[in-house]
């Protein structure tokens, strides 16, 4: 089964949006867990049309499945 990394982000009103990837290994190294997060704000702030201080993030998580419920995107 792959693992993902996964994490949610938010803006006050606006409705959240888990994102997920791939991870590269199954220790996941701080350069790719960082990547990925910063990418999740980037695309949550361009989407929702807000700068990217106002996003909220989530708690990171490494070694799942693909994420169900609620909004979720790839990235």
Excluded: C, W
């Excluded at 991870?23 to 990925?36: C, M, Y």
């Amino acid at each position: 089964m792959a693992l993902y990394l996964t994490q949610k982000m938010s803006s006050g009103t606006l409705p959240a949006i888990t994102y997920y990837r791939k991870q590269i290994n199954d220790h996941p190294s701080h350069t790719e867990t960082g990547k990925f997060t910063q990418d999740a704000k980037n695309n949550y702030a361009t989407f929702n049309h807000i700068p990217v201080a106002n996003v909220i993030e989530g708690a990171f998580k490494s070694g799942q499945g693909i994420p169900t419920g609620g909004k979720t995107y790839e990235i």
